[in-house]
């Protein structure tokens, strides 16, 4: 799916390497375009969406969910 985006011309293409949950993918979302909103910058949104579940106490923390996404930019 992600080769199919980017043929079609995304400059930016967020996607998982394994399967994640749907509750868990739907905060890791939320969470990034709040911090995109907030700083402007994609890269630096994503690693701060990142970094905030990876450090974590909650079960969010759990690296088969935050570890699976990945973006890609043109």
Known sequence: VEKAFSIAGAQRIISTYWDVNDDYSELFMKSFYSNWINSKDINSAFR???????????????????????????
Request: proline share 0%.
């Open 48 to 74: 701060k969406t990142i970094l905030f579940f990876k450090h974590s106490t909650s079960a969010n923390s759990n690296l088969k969910n935050w570890a699976a996404f990945k973006l890609t930019t043109n």
